[in-house]
């Protein structure tokens, strides 16, 4: 462990505190490669990449429909992202408490916002790495037909920016929760209300479900996955990644001033 402590603080020193964008860089390359110095990152991307195909193929019905058509695709992606965004976050700030690393990470001479950003940034790049094991599913469909690009990178675009989102959120809930466990299942349920809550606007009055409607992350991705950007879904997905980080970086903040 001390050496472990160790490494990592020199790891992160190389930077210094002058130059943000050196101690961004080390953090999230040390964090990216933490998902996969256990099999903890290799069960993610394999889990979700599994339960994606068989939603894919079979619940939603691509098999059924008999036509090319990557809407049950990204459909699946939306449903699972919670699960899978709270998986990569929950151990960005509950696994150093666990660990006993918590103290050592604010007392480096790096900012607040370093350590979170490069933090996010490690996630980010897991959970690319994970859409990108999904590519296989649109060239396996392009052979029944042809595909429309537009909708398939615009749904990549919004899946990346709604995992961006829930990570975001699972960072600020890390970072308040002691343990892995409980970051998980409080990220989870916070995801899944955020995915649910344009899924019952009929029962709403007007005036209320305009605003659960633009709070809902699978509102702006459903607009996203048609192939148009528009800039209220961006502005939407980058107030809720600024904000969450934001937040967590205020978090660990009064932890290294307690």
């Known amino acids: 462990m001390a050496e472990q402590a160790k490494s990592t603080k ?31 990152g290799y069960i993610v991307v394999t889990m979700f990449t599994l339960f994606v195909g068989l939603l894919f193929f079979f619940l939603f019905g691509t098999l059924v429909l008999r036509r090319a058509t990557l809407q049950p695709l990204f459909t699946s992606m939306s449903a699972l992202l919670p699960l899978l965004c709270a998986a990569l976050s929950m151990r960005s700030f509950s696994e150093e408490r666990q660990r006993g690393t918590i103290e050592l990470l604010i007392t480096l001479p790096v900012r607040d916002s370093d350590v979170v950003v490069g933090k996010f940034l490690g996630a980010m790049g897991v959970l690319f790495l994970t859409l990108l094991a999904t590519i296989t599913y649109p060239i396996a469909l392009s052979r029944m037909g042809d595909l429309d690009s537009g909708p398939v990178i615009g749904g990549y675009i919004g899946i990346l920016l709604g995992g961006g989102a829930y990570i975001a ?63 209220r879904n961006l502005v939407y997905f980058g107030s809720v990644i600024t904000g969450g980080l934001m937040i967590a970086a205020r978090s660990l903040s009064s932890r290294r001033w307690s």
Request: glycine content about 8%; overall charge positive; proline content about 3%.
């Open 169 to 231: 959120i699972g960072m600020v809930i890390s970072s308040y929760m002691k343990d892995q466990i409980s970051s998980f299942i409080v990220t989870s349920l916070l995801g899944y209300i955020l995915y649910f809550m344009d899924k019952t606007l009929i029962f709403l009055p007007q005036s209320v479900s305009s605003v659960l409607e633009y709070l809902s992350t699978d509102f702006h991705f459903k607009s996203i996955a048609r192939g148009v950007i528009d800039t």
């Open 10 to 40: 020199s790891g992160v020193l190389r930077g210094g505190i002058g130059s943000p964008l050196a101690n961004i860089w080390t953090i999230a390359k040390r964090e990216f490669r933490a998902y996969f110095n256990g099999p903890m």
